[in-house]
């Protein structure tokens, strides 16, 4: 699997997509997440989830990583000056990426491209793959949010960890895992656990995302909540390069 994922490397096969993140209170993009993509097929792959967990176990994903970086700053940088000041891209990282030696330097590089349009980089940990907490884990967060990263908790509420990292990583931003949003009309637990999560952000000051928002019902009940950051195919699904810019743009 490691060489099938390799050559579709050098084969230039994947590609970043682009979910926009959505202000409800003023109706606007502010943000978007990238997502890996392959615009071909590549043989034994079915899903991203699986295409993440062989990079991850074959020693392979901060190259993955890298690459969507550098193509998210390509095709956004070519528009910059048209995104609004503090629109935030996330990419989503594992520990791997993370501790990879390389890693300081690709969050530099990328901030680069958009530091004169005030454009942020957010870095988003998932409990899918749990980091663990070590002072040299802790330095290299530090030095990154030196260098304007923001961190965000992705799939909050889904693991064992969030609320230790939110105790011990210097997070901003907490995503309200879909699952929890897709009960809130039919699951009293799902709701007290959206409402525990916000009034817990409010307190850190940090700002809570709600992933997977469907339809009308569901933006206007989590911000009745006070969640105004939302995503999810109510917006928008997750678009490539051209179709995330002409979306905007409209």
């Known amino acids: 699997m490691t060489n099938i994922i390799k050559k579709a490397i050098a084969d230039d096969v994947f590609v970043p997509y682009f979910q926009p993140i959505v ?6 993009c502010v943000g978007c997440e990238t997502l890996i993509r392959w615009d071909r097929p590549v043989p034994g792959i079915t899903s991203t989830e699986q295409l993440i967990a062989e990079a991850v176990d074959h020693g392979i994903i901060f190259q993955l990583t890298e690459i969507m970086m550098e193509k998210t700053a390509s095709i956004l940088g070519a528009v910059k000056s048209k995104l609004p000041s503090d629109f935030y891209i996330s990419i ?4 791997s990426c993370i501790l990879d030696v390389q890693f300081e330097d690709a969050c530099s590089k990328f901030i680069r491209h958009f530091e004169d349009e005030n454009i942020k ?12 907490v070590t002072d040299k884990t802790l330095s290299l967060l530090n030095r990154i949010k030196k260098l304007g990263v923001h961190i965000a908790l992705d799939d909050f509420g889904m693991g064992y960890n969030g609320y230790d990292y939110l105790r011990c990583i210097p997070v901003d931003i907490i995503k309200i895992d879909k699952t929890f949003v897709h009960h ?11 409402d525990s999560i916000s009034s817990l952000a409010d307190k850190l000051d940090m700002r809570v995302i709600a992933e997977g928002v469907e339809n009308e019902r569901d933006a206007f009940y989590l911000y009745g909540k006070g969640i105004s950051y939302m995503q999810g195919y109510y917006f928008s699904r997750a678009l490539c390069g051209n179709e995330f810019i002409d979306w905007w743009l409209k």
Do not use: A, F, G, W
């Open 92 to 95: 989503n990282v594992t520990p």
């Open 23 to 28: 202000c409800m209170e003023e109706r606007t």
């Open 184 to 194: 809130i009309h039919d699951d009293n637990i799902s709701k007290y656990i959206i």
């Open 121 to 132: 980089l957010v870095v988003e940990l998932t409990e899918q793959y749990p980091l663990l």
